[in-house]
């Protein structure tokens, strides 16, 4: 009786291990791009960056009103889409930069680089949109130094 029992436990704790390793989901959640077209306005900041010429990190997490940053994304073509960016300076949106750039997964990939390295769209709804920028010890011209940093910043579409 004690061998059935024995048994009978292997054979459930066999049970639980396959069934837990077998409820895993790999599958990797897609953006539905069409609410990346519009004007989205920079809300929120939290992140840290450091460059090798600083003794410390630079952190924040700020909130903004909406005359601080925007981002005004068009699409040019069925996965091309062009990229302003603004700020708001004197009571008027001034263009710092402008490009072109792709959407491969959750991937930015900018024609002319923006960041040191392409953002990653977060989340993405038809109001809300969240990019991270990830970098670690990036060159930033010929003088030897380098930047790393964390920075996820939070938009909402005007």
């Known amino acids: 009786m004690k061998t059935v029992r024995f048994l009978g436990m292997t054979l459930l704790m066999v049970l ?8 895993d989901n790999d599958d990797e959640v897609t953006l539905d791009l069409n609410s990346l077209e ?7 900041s939290k992140g840290w960056e450091f460059c090798s010429e600083e003794v410390t990190k ?3 997490d700020e909130n903004y009103d909406f005359n601080n940053e925007q981002i005004r994304i068009i699409k040019i073509s ?8 603004d700020y708001y300076a004197s009571s008027n949106w001034v263009n710092y930069s402008n490009t072109t750039g792709t959407i491969n997964a959750k991937t930015i990939d900018f024609k002319e680089p ?11 709804t038809s109001n809300k949109m ?7 010890e990036v060159a930033t011209g010929e003088d030897g130094h380098y930047h790393s940093g964390d920075i996820t910043n ?3 579409k005007k």
Do not use: H, M, Q
Request: net charge negative; glycine share 2%; hydrophobic share 45%.
């Open 114 to 124: 923006i960041f040191y390295v392409n953002p990653i769209i977060e989340s993405l």
């Open 16 to 23: 639980c291990a396959v069934n837990f390793t077998a409820c």
């Open 58 to 60: 630079d952190e924040w």
């Open 78 to 85: 069925d996965n091309k889409y062009s990229f302003s960016f």
């Open 38 to 44: 519009g004007t989205w306005i920079l809300v929120n």
């Open 154 to 156: 939070t938009y909402i």
């Open 130 to 136: 969240i990019l991270r920028i990830t970098f670690d």
